[in-house]
């Protein structure tokens, strides 16, 4: 069926519309507003309101050009410019025990989506089913890939692992909705952690010393952002996209033709390189204390841009 809009730039037009809609509306003073985004969460929103355009023909995905321009661009300049802003050294700061905790729940988060397929498929096998991109066990890669990095790093799962569109909308209101119902809770505890520490004996002292060697950092390296700020980290995020891009195009054609069976593994995609370089430069990038200022004028908002879009 054609679009009722095919033109990309005006398909740009209308998508920017409504983010601009949802984020103008979410941080809205009105009482109907406020109320509707206590129910409703905004994420879900940038996603479910394109797919029904989508759906009632007024946009098509798969006759539009834009959202492999977004993943192949945007998303690895995104990641480049989150992975900017972590600061290693402060993270290893935390001990042993923080950083073990870490990994572990790394750990059960990529364990969990495989042990409740295979749950649920012992009563009820035809719920976790589905073939080629829209199997399952597809899907639940792109929520493992949020609850350990975030919506920028679940876009980069779904074209790593060829996640279809039609089970990708189902996975990411999993994913918010589930989310927010452990938001709650840490909120919840959050308020009082002070006795749950004294409850376990925990000694968090070395979190609340880098916590506010954090707030003082950013405090004092932040400042409204110029003309060549925003040259600067647009020049960051896209000159180590295309070193990604370079060394995919390297990479995974060599792989290809001399390890051909890794190609179960992802590892004969350009687009798995290509997460990987711009990550791994990112985290190396985050070492350089002058690349790292960059965060002062509001290198976390352009990252998170990118990845909306």
Not at 51 to 78: D, H, Q
Not at 115 to 125: D, E, R, Y
Not at 235 to 260: L, N, R, S
Request: glycine content about 8%.
């Amino acid at each position: 069926m054609t679009p009722l809009f095919s033109n990309d730039a005006v398909v740009l037009g209308i998508l920017l519309a409504l983010l601009a809609l949802i984020f103008q509306t979410s941080h809205s003073e009105k009482p109907f507003w406020r109320k509707f985004y206590s129910y409703v969460p905004t994420v879900l929103l940038c996603y479910f309101l394109p797919a029904v355009l989508n759906s009632l023909g007024i946009i098509s995905g798969e006759k539009s050009n834009l959202y492999s321009v977004a993943s192949r661009y945007l998303l690895p300049a995104s990641l480049v410019l989150l992975t900017i802003s972590v600061d290693l050294k402060k993270i290893f700061h935390l001990g042993p025990k923080a950083l073990i905790m870490f990994l572990v729940g790394t750990l059960g988060i990529m364990i969990g989506g495989p042990l409740a397929i295979l749950t649920v498929s012992i009563f009820a096998p035809d719920i976790v089913g589905g073939e080629g991109p829209n199997a399952v066990w597809r899907g639940f890669t792109t929520i493992a890939g949020s609850w350990i990095g975030g919506s920028a790093n679940q876009t980069a799962m779904k074209q790593v692992f060829e996640v279809g569109d039609r089970i990708f909308p189902i996975m990411v209101a999993v994913d918010v909705l589930v989310g927010y119902v452990w938001m709650g809770f840490l909120l919840y505890g959050a308020g009082m952690s002070r006795r749950i520490d004294r409850w376990l004996k925990a000694d968090a002292s070395a979190i609340d010393e880098v916590q506010e060697k954090i707030e003082s950092y950013q405090a004092s390296i932040a400042r409204i952002p110029s003309l060549a700020d925003l040259v600067t980290i647009a020049a960051v995020g896209f000159g180590v996209t295309a070193i990604g891009h370079f060394g995919a195009d390297q990479i995974a054609p060599w792989i290809e033709q001399h390890f051909p069976m890794l190609d179960k593994y992802s590892l004969t995609s350009k687009f798995f390189w290509l997460v990987v370089i711009a990550t791994t430069c990112g985290l190396l990038l985050s070492f350089n204390t002058r690349v790292r200022e960059l965060e002062g004028p509001a290198l976390r908002r352009w990252a998170a841009c990118c990845s909306i879009s």
